[in-house]
């Protein structure tokens, strides 16, 4: 089997699978800053072969999630609080955009999809790695119903180095169930197809992120 097959329950590729599996542990720092990586053991760990793994690492250094150094071997990225601005300023232009087009391009699948997670989102958890998780949902579900695979990628790539950011301060942040849940209002604009809300809702939620963040630091 190479790693372009798929495995059979829908899950994509084995360099997906590995992909999804390592992407989840560098956001939420389970792999540390500065840590190795060792694609021989993650293929071991994960039952994979090694070329998937590499492949994953690729697209991971690619999202600046990992740096391989010549000689050196491959390491997770540090977390820049200085990188905090430049990340808010792509994601205060952005993030309006795709929820304004989320709410115009929505498709009734996507619509339903949204509607199961807004009332999962009454029962998330109140803090933690598992609430990470909630919020990466969410946000990936409204960039999936832009219906634009490279505005959705973007995002994808930022809302992680977002969340890692996040994820280092997560002690200190005692609003962050409040954080999560403020995507109540925005999934329901989404829903409803109201574009302007939905995008002034986004524009917030950055800002409030942004905002907590610098709080702290």
Same mark, same amino acid.
């Given at each position: 089997?190479?790693?372009?097959?798929?495995?059979?329950?829908?899950?994509?590729?084995?360099?997906?699978?590995?992909?999804?599996?390592?992407s989840d542990?560098?956001?939420?720092?389970?792999?540390?800053?500065?840590?190795?990586?060792?694609?021989?053991?993650?293929?071991?760990?994960?039952?994979?072969?090694?070329t998937?793994?590499?492949e994953?690492?690729?697209?991971?250094?690619?999202?600046?999630?990992?740096?391989?150094?010549?000689?050196?071997?491959?390491?997770?990225?540090?977390?820049?609080?200085?990188?905090?601005?430049?990340?808010?300023?792509?994601?205060?232009?952005?993030?309006?955009?795709?929820?304004s087009?989320?709410?115009?391009? #929505? /498709?009734?699948?996507?619509?339903?999809? %949204? !509607? &199961? =997670?807004?009332?999962?989102?009454?029962?998330?958890?109140?803090? @933690?790695?598992?609430?990470?998780?909630?919020?990466?949902?969410?946000?990936?579900?409204?960039?999936?119903?832009?219906?634009?695979?490279?505005?959705?990628?973007?995002?994808?790539?930022?809302?992680?180095? #977002? /969340?890692?950011?996040w994820?280092?301060? %997560? !002690? &200190? =942040?005692?609003?962050?169930?409040?954080?999560?849940?403020?995507? @109540?209002?925005?999934?329901?604009?989404?829903?409803?197809?109201?574009a302007?809300?939905?995008?002034?809702?986004?524009?917030?939620?950055?800002?409030?992120?942004?905002?907590?963040i610098?709080?702290?630091?």
């Amino acid at each position: 089997m190479t790693s372009s097959t798929e495995d059979g329950d829908g899950r994509g590729t084995l360099a997906d699978q590995a992909y999804r599996s390592l992407s989840d542990r560098l956001v939420t720092l389970r792999i540390r800053p500065g840590e190795p990586l060792n694609d021989e053991r993650i293929a071991a760990e994960l039952g994979f072969g090694r070329t998937p793994v590499r492949e994953a690492l690729k697209r991971l250094e690619h999202e600046r999630l990992i740096v391989s150094y010549p000689r050196r071997g491959t390491f997770a990225t540090e977390v820049q609080i200085a990188d905090l601005g430049h990340i808010s300023e792509v994601r205060q232009r952005l993030e309006p955009l795709a929820a304004s087009l989320a709410a115009e391009r #929505a /498709t009734e699948s996507d619509r339903e999809g %949204l !509607d &199961r =997670l807004l009332a999962q989102l009454a029962d998330a958890p109140d803090g @933690g790695a598992d609430l990470i998780r909630v919020d990466m949902t969410l946000h990936r579900a409204v960039y999936a119903a832009t219906r634009n695979p490279y505005l959705e990628d973007t995002l994808v790539r930022y809302d992680n180095l #977002a /969340t890692r950011i996040w994820c280092l301060f %997560l !002690d &200190r =942040l005692p609003g962050l169930a409040g954080h999560v849940h403020e995507h @109540g209002p925005l999934l329901r604009a989404v829903i409803d197809r109201d574009a302007e809300k939905a995008a002034d809702l986004a524009a917030r939620h950055v800002a409030g992120f942004e905002a907590a963040i610098r709080g702290v630091i």
